[in-house]
């Protein structure tokens, strides 16, 4: 997870938390759902955007690493 810009070693650990595991789980799963788990978290993690998680993670779990990293260029802090 900590390879999707934005996720740290605490958001994952929320993410983990919430049943999401791997690349392709966070690839399928709805922005909502990811915010939802930031904002049960606390009110530190609330201000997260997972709005880029799910993309960033499709291309992860593809393998396209290229792709991810010039995705990943061009957002500030996941966003």
């Known amino acids: 997870m900590k390879k999707i810009e934005g996720i740290g070693p605490k958001i994952a650990e929320h993410l983990n938390n919430g049943g999401i595991m791997t690349f392709q789980e966070l690839a399928d799963s ?5 915010q939802e788990i ?7 993690y609330r201000m997260h955007n997972p709005g880029s998680w ?26």
């Open 30 to 34: 709805p922005v909502e759902r990811l």
């Open 38 to 44: 930031l904002d049960n978290a606390g009110p530190r």
């Open 54 to 79: 799910p993309k960033q993670a499709g291309l992860a779990a593809a393998g396209q690493w290229d792709e991810l990293k010039a995705l990943q260029d061009e957002l500030d802090g996941g966003k």
